[in-house]
Every structure is written in structure tokens, then in C-alpha cells.
């Protein structure tokens, strides 16, 4: 099973290196680009059925720092049947 | 009276860090491997600088879960110093040893210069030689030194003095061009409440000598050795 957890800048927290694509953006032509926010995609593959529970802590103790991020995990869609 | 400076990989201060101490004088100072689970045999330990764990992930964030750390965390709450230098000071933060975390710099690049310090609180075991106000010289050396935490920490910061240093002009001003990576408050340093626990972004460890344009770090390690001497008479 393939989880992917997603690593956002807080709101709250100046993220300059979404700024410096903004401004990039502009300069190439993108000239609506109003905000950009930078943050980071985790792709984490599990064999064995997986500890949700445990997963989120270790989004909170490791994959995020919660002082200056928020993150989301997504986990795949149930198979149609 | 024993001092540890501890190697993580891709610490790149830690030579730095043991030159400055044993530059104090006759006292001991040693290399801890970061897979090592005790300080029992050390007085105080250094977190140096460097990019342990290549940054990856974000600064700190790995090194914190070094075995070494969990016995500096337990050793911290019994009172040991702990200072963290640059990276060291991010690797704290990430321990939740201090508040905040260290963000990009507001200018977005490396920044390599020297700068000027304010000295905030002279009541911890590495400040106690310095006078309050007293100006200090030494270069920063990061990419990453915007020191950020919510409104609510930075207030306990300041109503309990725990900002220990903080950037200024070479005249002890608070302008926003001292401000060398936009740092919330030009903080440079903090202290835990207990007081034992520094980080700070500058280096001491590159200003203990005349030959390296400053030895004004030197009272860092000056005053950590003599509080360090003044424990063991106890």
C-alpha cells in the first residue's frame, strides 16, 4: 500500500522559498500568480497492514516539525468493487 | 571535569568546537560518537555545527533521534550543560530541548560573515563572564537561522529572559539590517527555563582566537569551564 503524506509550511510562517518561485513565476510570464507555498511529498510504500494511529504520531514526531508545519495523509482510495 | 562534543555525521564543527575548549585551558574535552547512549562520564556536552544527516528532511530533524540524544535530554533535566551550536541549536529545537524551530533564512541564502551580539542574560553556565549589553563579534554560518516560535513562546521567551543573545548593530541596536536572516525578535540564542540548555546560530567556536578575527566566543567557553570548576569544589 502506497500512503503519501504531505508537508506544508504553516500558514502562519514566512515561507521564502515560496516566494522566490512566485516572483520566478511572474518573471516568466505567469504574471496572476498571486501566492506560492512550497512544501514536500512522502511516498511511503507498507507490506503489512499499517498502524494509522501510529503512522500520524510519526508524522507529528518526525516527518513534520508541528511548530512550523502541517501535514495531511492520504491514503489510497478503496478499490471499486 | 569532562566535556563532550558530540559527532554526528556530517557535524563539521566539531574540531572547531574541541580546539575552543581545550584552548581554555588544562581541562578535558572529548569526541562522542552520536550511537553512544550515555553522558554519565561528561559535566557538560556541545552540540556543534555541520549539517548532520545532510539536512535531510529538515535540519536536525534526524540527528534528534540519534541514540546519544535521549541521554542528553535525560541528562539536561537533571541540570548538565548543553550548549548546540548552528546546527546544534536546530538539532535542540527538534529535541523540543528549546521552543521554535529554525527556518530558512528570510534572504534565502547561505549566509557566511561575521556578525554583532547583544548579550541578553548573563545567568546561564556559559554567559555568566559577560556583562549584560556586552557586544560580542563572531561569524554566523547557516542557511537556515530564522529563528521562528508563536506569539505565545516568544512572550514566555522574553518575560522570562530567555532570549540570550541577539543579533544587532556594531553599536548594540536592534535595526532591521542587523537582522543578518529575519529572525522573530533578532534572536540569535535562547535558554530553556532551567536555564542549563543554550543554542545558539552563531559560532564561539570560530572566534576564540585573535588569529581568527575574534576571540570573543572564547568567554563562552571560559565561563561554561569555570561554572563546570566552581560545581566539582561543591
Not at chain 1, 25 to 43: A, F, T
Not at chain 2, 29 to 49: I, M, N, Q
Not at chain 2, 98 to 108: D, E, H, S, T, W
Request: glycine share 8%; hydrophobic share 40%.
Amino acid at each position: 500500500m502506497k500512503v503519501s503524506v504531505i508537508v506544508m509550511p504553516k500558514q502562519s510562517v514566512l515561507d521564502p522559498q515560496g516566494v522566490a518561485v512566485r516572483n520566478a513565476l511572474k518573471d516568466v510570464g505567469l504574471q496572476s500568480v498571486e501566492n506560492v507555498r512550497v512544501g514536500k511529498l512522502l511516498e511511503l510504500e507498507f507490506a503489512a497492514p499499517l498502524d494509522k494511529q501510529r503512522l500520524d504520531e510519526i508524522c507529528r514526531e518526525l516527518l513534520s516539525n508541528p511548530v512550523i508545519e502541517d501535514y495531511t495523509i492520504q491514503y489510497p482510495s478503496a478499490p471499486k468493487t | 571535569m569532562k566535556i563532550a562534543v558530540v559527532q554526528f555525521p556530517g557535524s563539521n564543527c566539531d574540531q572547531d568546537c574541541l580546539r575552543a575548549l581545550l584552548g581554555v585551558g588544562p581541562i578535558r574535552a572529548e569526541y562522542l560518537w552520536h550511537k553512544e547512549t550515555s553522558v554519565s562520564s561528561f559535566d557538560a556536552v556541545v552540540l556543534p555545527g555541520g549539517f548532520s544527516y545532510g539536512d535531510y528532511l529538515r535540519c536536525g530533524a534526524i540527528a534528534r533521534f540519534s541514540p546519544i540524544m535521549k541521554a542528553i535530554v535525560a541528562a539536561a533535566a537533571d541540570g548538565m550543560p548543553v550548549i548546540g551550536i548552528c546546527n546544534g541549536f536546530q538539532i535542540l529545537c527538534e529535541a523540543g530541548l528549546l521552543p521554535g524551530a529554525l527556518i530558512r533564512n528570510q534572504c534565502l541564502h547561505f549566509i557566511c560573515q561575521p556578525v554583532w551580539l547583544r548579550t541578553e542574560a548573563t545567568d546561564t553556565p556559559f554567559t555568566t563572564k559577560l556583562d549584560k549589553n556586552r557586544l560580542l563579534r563572531m561569524p554566523v554560518a547557516h542557511g537556515e537561522g530564522s529563528y521562528f516560535a508563536d506569539s505565545q513562546t516568544l512572550d514566555a521567551l522574553e518575560s522570562q529572559n530567555r532570549v540570550v543573545f541577539r543579533y544587532t548593530n556594531a553599536s548594540g541596536e536592534t535595526t532591521p539590517e542587523s537582522n543578518p536572516n529575519g529572525s522573530l525578535a533578532h534572536i540569535a540564542g535562547i535558554c530553556n527555563e532551567k536555564r542549563n540548555v543554550l543554542g545558539m546560530m552563531p559560532h564561539p567556536d570560530r572566534a576564540w582566537d585573535r588569529r581568527l578575527g575574534s576571540e570573543d566566543g572564547k568567554l563562552l567557553f571560559e565561563s561554561l569551564v569555570a561554572n563546570l570548576e566552581l560545581a566539582a569544589v561543591r
